[in-house]
């Protein structure tokens, strides 16, 4: 199927009507096909089918109803998945956490969500448990998943209505920060996944012969969809990982079969490191034969070290959890030189627009407006946020600045919020972190904006490779020399690690907070 022709109407042809359904055909036909790999063990599709099955029998006696919405505090699992699963089964609203986030991160999310019950996969993580121990949670099975901690029965949370259509019926309430730190839970309907992982499949050419690596957190969107969904409904073999480590990471490369990986910036920056750190002269290749990344700018240095590591290309894209997320992706019959994250999607209307509104030329830089059948439902119990994002006709305001090119490559050039205004001209803060990336003993940075009277000014938040010997100074000296004046960071702080999603997204609101607040001490900054 060439992936430019395809319609809206191809798209939404012969999905289910639940996203539990889409690896009902491979239970069926190759039910001894590996569905999942963890900690060595396989789970075939025969075996994943029955603890779905199994999962949601469990949670029916647990009092869990239709349109209920249910909460799972878990590291990437099979038992994650197949809790997932189950709880769109009973047409409840699976949503997924990471059990790092705090005692009060979870709260709120608990309180926001009026969950009916919240559980907790205690046998996985020391944090899990810990919150479980909080929680007053009683540990029991859910299927044939022992050590799972189950809450209290919220009998005051009321039912949402369940809806017949795969387009209006919510399967995940997926809670994302944005650029504000204030959570919001983003109602993402079956219809909306099941076309997000359709697409991505074809996208990435995904088979039965495909072992996908599956770190990215399937608490978060790319995880859930196009991991978990998007691999099951190819027939595909998911290689859980519980937790981020760039050495296992290397290993199942090398020696387990791994043909696809998904990952962020930090996934290849984190490799790269361990093999400067080991001194490894190559790393193993192995049946390796794509490699995606999404979810932060891509610094051109990044992207040739990869691609020169493993001789194939590191195939950018870009997509938001409002939108399930995919939403364009460099193709692999066209890899690209630079920072594009390539054509959009099929089914993907697009518009670049003007602060007043107005459609741009190609080659300015507005605000990208969206349209398609993965965009989410809204925000739940948020109309005016839902109004503030999506107009009448249904057009989604990504709050993200791109161009496109005129062969219809989207770039983005960062986040509305994050704009830079300093004297009047316009800093895009991922052009100046290319820059300073591009540095031999850089291996990730930040760039916030700081409010001074009348103005904004660059901050630049840095870390270093470990042992590097570089102080602030010096790195201003290197940019001087690749940015114009009023680009050029006021500020150098060098952190141990800048922090991060359990994806590896920067927390840039964290870092703007730290900025603005003064927080920077003689311990952090340098130079």
């Known amino acids: 199927m060439v992936i430019e022709k395809i319609t809206v109407q191809d798209l939404i042809e012969g999905l289910p009507s639940r996203v539990h359904e889409v690896y009902a055909t491979f239970a069926r036909e190759t039910p001894e096909h590996p569905a999942f790999i963890e900690a060595g063990r396989s789970w075939s599709y025969r075996q994943f089918s029955d603890a779905v099955e199994a999962a949601a029998r469990d949670l029916r006696e647990l009092q869990v109803r239709p349109g209920d919405r249910v909460m799972v505090a878990s590291e990437n699992s099979v038992a994650l998945g197949a809790i997932l699963f189950a709880i769109g089964k009973l047409d409840a609203w699976a949503i997924a956490v990471n059990p790092r986030l705090s005692a009060r991160e979870l709260e709120q999310i608990r309180s926001h969500s009026g969950a009916r019950r919240v559980l907790f996969n205690s046998a996985l993580s020391k944090e899990a448990a810990d919150h479980a121990l909080r929680a007053g949670a009683a540990t029991r099975s859910i299927g044939p998943f022992g050590g799972i901690g189950v809450g209290p029965l919220n009998e005051e949370t009321r039912a949402e209505p369940v809806a017949v259509d795969a387009a209006r019926q919510v399967a995940a309430l997926m809670y994302t920060s944005g650029t504000t730190g204030a959570p919001k839970g983003v109602m993402l309907s079956h219809r909306n996944l099941l076309v997000a992982a359709k697409t991505s499949g074809i996208l990435r050419n995904s088979g039965p012969a495909d072992r996908i690596y599956g770190v990215l ?170 109004a503030a994002a999506i107009d009448r006709d249904g057009w989604f305001n990504t709050g993200d600045l791109a161009r496109m090119n005129h062969e219809g490559d989207l770039y983005i050039e960062g986040r ?96 703007r907070e730290m900025a603005n607040e003064s927080r920077i001490g003689p311990a952090t900054a340098a130079g």
């Open 217 to 386: 957190p399937m608490s978060h969107i790319v995880g859930y969809s196009i991991l978990l969904i998007a691999t099951l409904m190819h027939g595909a073999t998911l290689h859980v990982v519980a937790k981020a480590d760039p050495a296992a990471l290397a290993e199942a490369i090398a020696k387990e079969g791994i043909t696809t990986l998904y990952g962020v910036p930090a996934t290849y920056q984190r490799l790269l490191e361990y093999k400067a750190v080991k001194g490894i002269s190559r790393l193993a290749r192995g049946r390796l034969r794509m490699m995606c990344v999404a979810g932060a700018p891509l610094d051109l240095t990044l992207k040739r070290r990869m691609e020169d590591e493993f001789g194939i290309p590191l195939l950018n894209g870009y997509g938001i959890t409002e939108c399930s997320p995919g939403l364009s992706g460099v193709r692999e019959s066209r890899p690209a030189r630079d920072e594009t994250v390539g054509p959009f999607l099929p089914g993907v209307e697009h518009r670049i627009v003007d602060r007043d509104g107005k459609e741009i030329a190609d080659g300015a830089v507005g605000e990208l407006h969206v349209r398609g059948p993965n965009v989410m439902l809204g925000y739940y119990r948020a109309p005016d946020q839902t």
């Open 416 to 511: 509305t919020k994050e704009l830079i205004i300093r004297s009047g001209f316009n800093v895009y803060p991922a052009e100046v972190e290319a820059v300073l990336n591009a540095h031999e003993f850089v291996v990730q940075s930040a760039v916030v904006g700081r409010n001074v009277k009348g103005n904004e000014e660059v901050v630049a938040f840095v870390q270093l490779l470990p042992g590097a010997r570089i102080g602030a100074d010096e790195l201003k000296s290197y940019s001087a020399g690749l940015l114009t004046s009023y680009k050029r960071p006021s500020e150098i702080v060098f952190l141990d690690a800048l922090p991060a999603a359990s994806t590896g997204k920067i927390l840039k609101h964290k870092l």
